[in-house]
């Protein structure tokens, strides 16, 4: 894997932990906590919510859902 994908697919993994570590989260808490764009934290939100492992209860507010995920020890 190049390491541009890389360091995406580990930040996308730790926007999620962070969101279940939360509760509920809004975009801008992601841009703030990543130091990232809003355009790529939306994306990366995204991905998580393509994957069922977030959903939107509110615009602009994420949480996880009951997916079950295993996360590395």
């Known amino acids: 894997m190049n390491p541009a994908t890389d360091r995406m ?26 130091g990232i764009t809003s355009r790529t ?6 991905v998580l919510e393509y994957n069922e492992l977030i959903t939107s209860p509110a615009r602009g507010k994420w949480t996880t859902t009951k997916k079950k995920v295993k ?3």
């Open 9 to 34: 697919l580990t930040r996308i993994k730790d926007v999620y932990l962070y969101i279940l570590d939360r509760g509920i989260v809004t975009t801008e808490n992601v841009v703030e906590e990543f």
């Open 41 to 46: 934290a939306q994306r990366d939100l995204n």
């Open 71 to 73: 996360l590395p020890s």
